[in-house]
């Protein structure tokens, strides 16, 4: 079983861009808890950002790629210790959690920090809508998990490596919860959340939308079983109540509504297709299952 035994199993992964207020006091933190193995992916700051990263010892490279996914494959690529944590580099995240999330590392590919503990330095609208968010993942992915869009999570590097990538922003952390969600291999810890040091970058609306649609897609693409049976549901309770109510009026009022009927077989012939597209989906996944426990099984043979 993997388990971090110590401190240099361990990258922290800082990506930024622009954080020269808040840059060098998490790594000033991260050196004072004793993580040294610390990589500063940059996303081609316009400000002193890399400097200061560099002069408090990090490692600092600039990312490939755009946005906050490209930060994430270059980290990736870049890391050389069986597990990476991710973590934004503006002081919101408290390094002294990093140990909570260590402690249960063992068994999954996956750790989220959830912000449990000072959640009203997140902006209330910011709040509302990850409680949605949190909801909506819930619901797709049939997991217990309160918080998708954390900023710090620890992953197992050749876990990391399979990662299939095509969101390109603040939707990237969502992305990597989906994959490992399906497989059951994660968890979360509570830690602590700070203001932000520097300026804002998230915009509520327009990243809590984006978010929200691209956990929709995500579902279709790694759980579409429970999204398809979803749509099977809303689609056939009311196929059978307006047949029902069809069959009534043509026994007992001696009416052909023929619309009625109509509707109801649409209503009937899109749970037909959702049900179809649901058991391709089972033998898919259940193949995707067997090839991922032979990469695992070779992964783990070469991590040992």
């Known amino acids: 079983m993997w388990e971090i035994t110590s401190k240099d199993d361990l990258t922290i992964v800082l990506p930024i861009l622009d954080e020269e207020e808040g840059v060098g006091q998490v790594i000033e933190e991260l050196n004072k808890f004793g993580y040294k193995k610390i990589l500063v992916v940059d996303g081609y700051s316009s400000d002193g950002s890399r400097e200061v990263a560099a002069k408090m010892g990090a490692r600092v490279v600039e990312q490939i790629g755009k946005g906050k996914t490209g930060a994430l494959i270059t980290a990736i690529k870049s890391v050389k210790t069986p597990y990476m944590l991710v973590m934004d580099g503006d002081f919101t995240y408290d390094p002294s959690c990093i140990r909570r999330m260590i402690a249960h590392a063992s068994g999954h590919d996956e750790i989220i920090g959830a912000r449990s503990e000072g959640r009203q330095h997140i902006p209330l609208i910011n709040r509302l809508g990850n409680h949605l968010l949190n909801w909506l993942f819930r619901a797709l992915f049939a997991v217990r998990l309160s918080d998708v869009c954390s900023g710090m999570y620890l992953l197992r590097t050749a876990a990391a490596r399979r990662l299939d990538f095509t969101t390109g922003g603040f939707d990237v952390e969502v992305e990597i919860a989906s994959q490992f969600a399906a497989e059951r291999r994660i968890a979360e810890v509570p830690v602590n959340y700070r203001p932000r040091v520097g300026v804002k970058k998230l915009s509520s609306f327009k990243h809590g939308l984006r978010i929200g649609t691209t956990i929709v897609r995500l579902a279709n693409a790694y759980n579409p079983v429970l999204l398809y049976s979803?749509?099977?549901?809303?689609?056939?309770?009311?196929?059978?109540?307006?047949?029902?109510?069809?069959?009534?009026?043509?026994?007992?009022?001696?009416?052909?509504?023929?619309?009625?009927?109509?509707?109801?077989?649409?209503?009937?012939?899109?749970?037909?297709?959702?049900?179809?597209?649901?058991?391709?989906?089972?033998?898919?996944?259940?193949?995707?299952?067997?090839?991922?426990?032979?990469?695992?099984?070779?992964?783990?043979?070469?991590?040992?």
């Open 230 to 304: 979803g749509v099977i549901a809303v689609t056939v309770v009311p196929a059978i109540a307006i047949l029902g109510w069809a069959l009534y009026r043509r026994f007992f009022w001696s009416e052909l509504r023929t619309d009625y009927f109509l509707m109801a077989f649409m209503l009937f012939l899109v749970a037909a297709q959702a049900v179809s597209v649901a058991t391709t989906s089972i033998l898919i996944q259940r193949f995707e299952r067997r090839l991922r426990g032979i990469i695992s099984g070779e992964a783990h043979g070469e991590d040992s």
